[in-house]
């Protein structure tokens, strides 16, 4: 019988999950094996959900490497572990799938996401199920890997933003404040205004102090060239006040956009006097469309290094990106830790020796 | 001695200005003439503005082709028919504007900007000042002319950002609304809704029905792929109700982001169950960075034809895209007339055969 | 019983195909009608040919908006009025086709293609097939329309070229030749070589004299920053020359990449003393790949107009883009004259008085 | 007195260079350092050469973060050790550049340069000049660095190049064969051949069997998409073969394009019956234009260490990047010993994991 192996994607989708999806069918396809692609995180395996599984052969998978998005869906429909009912009620559906793998004879289910995933993926290998991790965040704060992939493409499209902001900035003299994802890490915000040019830059991990903000932006304008642009991540709030988030239609009482980004145009306005601020949220565009080649590698070296763990049954570990090479760690509960921007790495040290202002007095 | 012609660039800037001005300069150089260039709309002709003039050689405008924005900056700074002045009074400084560019020996005036800028035009070729106009907006909405430079551009970031939008709203099965500019004239988003494959689009020239879009939706949700894509105008509105606009800090009371596009989402909460729905704003980046090729030809073109007609000393007339040529038009009143989406025109008719909701039932 | 049209693409393909079928397709849905696609030209009618049909329904088609090529494929195995047959003789199969059609109770045919491809439809026609050509050519040189789709995006391709030329000729200082498709005519090379920032721009419409082409670029040898852009089209030449042809492995005795590029810098080194001369050769990078904007509009406005055409049994019509809108006209053998570029009009004059060097000294 | 440094650009030219020159720039003044910028490699330090030195602040070099190309030239008329002279003679120049350097107050030079930039550097630091070393290579193919900056954007380019290709290839059943830079080192042909999903990609690290390579292309033409993308480097050969390159007229006696793709194309148009193959070659288009972000950022954090270097006077050394921090290394002869691609190394075991044929039987 030709050995199966499942295959599904969770959490917030990004670019290069196809890339992986398709390394993982085509390498185990090299080596004899099927891949079964389960819909919606792991839904497609419970009934009643509106989710299934099916085959995937190579020449499905072939056209799909620079195509955003994922094939398979994602866990639109919740945590199967806390799966909301019709009736309203939570329930606990992870035996099920247990169940549902071994029935189907999947060997073991390659799990592509986040920690939440990742989280899942644990708890249920802890109830028999056999996984293998492959780690996805477009904010690139999982640990244990150096980058993640999807994480580049988003920094491309924040970056093609300044470099637009830029020019119609300085035509009008005008503060350009541009709202990138990020709620509880500044990667993107740091890697893009490092690489776009920007002259302040919020992180969640440093909290800002809104005077010193206001200061370097009173310093710009007295530049032959009276323009500024500010990154701000998400999560960026000052000390002592909690972010504020968009609050979409449907989910909320009330609805806002632009939370951070907005937050921090206040505090500049009241603080810099006869100063234009205009303010953009490139929201959901960032974790779409054609992925970089680097997220496409990445993705595609993963996949298939995960296919090869597959092969060997080489369970419990999670693909992990130790330049130049992909290696396989343990699957443990530290992958539930954050991989932060600290304060005081060199990145951070590089971007204030620039002139960079992270909304605090430079350490010495 | 050489004749020297001045030229400026007023109104919101527009990625193909530059190429404008480099056209006009390499132009007048050819024919022997000289070129000044004004700084910040004509206010660079005025005393005690911090603008200026400076001589514009072709070896200074040779690199600027593909630079979005204007070295020569905008009206930043006020209307000089109406200049804000310190103590707070409103002055009438046409005059001086006239006088000083006698001064300077100016022949003419090459003034690229939109409505409001030739407004201004006419008003100081009553005056006595020779202009020529150039006309400019990315919202394409200029009379007399079958597109304006800028607008392409605008076009491709919108389409972009649907691309990117699409794949993401697939995996997650969401709505997607995307907010564009144009406050009276739905062109980007028509464009952009077409070529991007969006599912509604909202204009300002048709008010719409909030149930319509809503039966739209549901449709869209019965697919095999239930994820929508939404392409709302700044200026678009139900009947009856005025478009929300953006409120900056520290130009209004309160703060607000999304007005149009927030506003038709929580239409759609109300209306839609259990349906995720996002909002972006693209904001300034569709007026900013490295114009697409058309409207680097576009303008290009409309800058030679305009020093052109200053060597010929055709003064008084407006540079109109007219495919395959540039025509010189009379500058008169009639500019101020914008050029809007006919609800009755072909392409509503195409958008609406190909099944895109405008927010109103087709007509028959 | 469903009313049912057939759909075929054919000839080079080019970006906007794709967009073109899913119109037809959606339109034709809208209206209650079926649309077979048709493989490979005309083929897939032929028994033994390898080609086939197949039904192309609304979901089909709704992903494939922003993708290169055509779903169809294209004429890849020859004429089917003058097919290749295995034993070496040519066949004309065109009653066969018209026979075919009728057997699969075709309405009509909606042919998308340049001239080669709409001379068959007339042919055809005249068989008794009903046609309706949907004109497409990446060169633009289709007489009747003002633009056909495909075209902006090789141009998009042939500037992003020159922009990245351009930094680099200009660190180097040297003479950078982009050959760019277009055998018979240079809408390509010239409107991307304005658009581009060119110094020379080489077209088939006007032979070009070398030493002219060698005054241009020692002029650019004593600017400040001594570099210089030429563009050629494939077909340009000097008078009395045959253009060269790219000699194919396989295809050809002698095998050769870059023929007019690689002529014009043997002309160019032999006159121009230490210059240093590179050579792109951009080719079928030119015709593939995601569609601007601008040819999704202009593919999917034709594709619903034909798709309305074929509703009112309005056949032997042509879709022609007659800005701002489509007009059907009637389709006879004056498309095989090729609309080329007229070195008298208006845009040549604008590339000319800019200083654009087209080889030729400009008229007075 | 204001302490000053010396900076330069040398070799063939890469996207990052100017963001790397505003990073020296900018960390230099805010560190009260004056830098000096030499043209055209260290050619500006030496009379009669027509290159100079100028003075760079911040506020020049404020807007070149995202430009291509180096406002300081690069060695465009030769090594100074070894310079041509006006008779022919070729001169040692170097005591002269250290000479000037000291007369200038230069405490020492950054420079920007690949393999033979930074040997240069080796020999005038053991005549007495301090010189601090900022690796730079298109190839990515320098050792002791993990990455360099310009090859994720030729990367980019090709890559891109193949997502055109693909949809074309597909549509008319083609194999596309893509020369890219690499004359030495196949960085550039691997990663994006892996990216763009090439199914063959030819290295100069490992010389082809051109049997095995057209067993690859069979196998390709019976899938039901029968293409196939074909990544070959400048440097890829047969064994026993010397790899052709390109004769540039002017510079040799025959000249030619496109040597190692067309050289490929022929050995598969002998092998493999009916079978279209095209050729395109990127050439200097990879080395130019806007940069990737990655590659702003390295740049910037590569100058802005290399800055720190020269404040603290820690000379003789090499900034490396050793993710995710920038090293400095002391710089040594081991400088000139290439980084290659190790046929052994497992991003080459993945490539071939995946069904990429690398031109040689996969080791088991």
């Not at 299934?52 to 056209?63: F, H, Q, T």
């Not at 869906?73 to 919740?78: H, S």
């Not at 580049?152 to 009008?172: C, F, I, K, N, Q």
């Amino acid at each position: 019988m030709t050995r199966r192996i499942g295959l599904t994607t969770g959490g917030g989708d990004c670019p290069g999950l196809n890339a992986a999806i398709r390394a993982v069918v085509l390498r185990a396809a090299a080596r004899g094996m099927e891949v079964l692609g389960i819909e919606d995180g792991l839904l497609g395996l419970l009934a009643g959900t509106g989710a299934g599984v099916r085959l995937l052969r190579p020449d499905d998978v072939e056209p799909i490497l620079n195509r955003g998005g994922t094939i398979l869906g994602t866990t639109n429909r919740g945590n199967p572990l806390a799966f909301p009912m019709a009736d309203g009620s939570v329930v606990d559906r992870g035996d099920e799938i247990v169940a549902r793998a071994r029935e189907l004879d999947l060997e073991c289910i390659v799990m592509a996401g986040g920690d939440g995933t990742q989280s899942i993926g644990l708890e249920l290998a802890a109830r028999g199920l056999a996984v293998i991790g492959l780690p996805k965040t477009i904010d690139n704060d999982l640990s244990h890997t150096e980058a993640t992939f999807g994480f580049a493409t988003a920094v491309g499209v924040a970056v093609e933003a300044l470099d637009r902001l830029r020019t119609t900035a300085e035509s009008h003299e005008r503060v350009m404040i541009l709202e990138v994802m990020g709620r509880g890490a500044g990667w993107i915000a740091l890697e893009a205004g490092i690489a776009g040019g920007a002259h302040v830059v919020l992180l969640p991990e440093i909290p800002y102090d809104p005077d010193v903000v206001a200061d370097a932006i009173r310093r710009r304008r007295r530049a032959p060239r009276p323009f500024a642009l500010v990154v701000v991540a998400e999560g960026a709030h000052p000390p002592g006040e909690a972010p504020p988030r968009h609050a979409w239609p449907g989910t909320h009482g009330s609805t806002a956009l632009g939370g951070a980004g907005m937050r921090c145009a206040e505090l500049l306005a009241q603080r810099v006097a006869d100063c234009e601020i205009r303010v953009t949220v490139l929201g959901h565009t960032q974790r779409g469309g054609t992925p970089v080649p680097f997220d496409r590698l990445l993705a595609t070296r993963l996949g298939t290094e995960a296919a090869d763990a597959a092969y060997e049954r080489d369970h419990g570990v999670l693909m992990a990106w130790v330049p130049p090479d992909v290696r396989r760690i343990p699957l443990d509960p530290t992958i539930r830790t954050p991989r932060l921007v600290d304060p005081a790495s060199q990145v951070v040290r590089h971007a204030e020796a620039l002139g960079i202002c992270l909304g605090r007095i430079p350490p010495a």
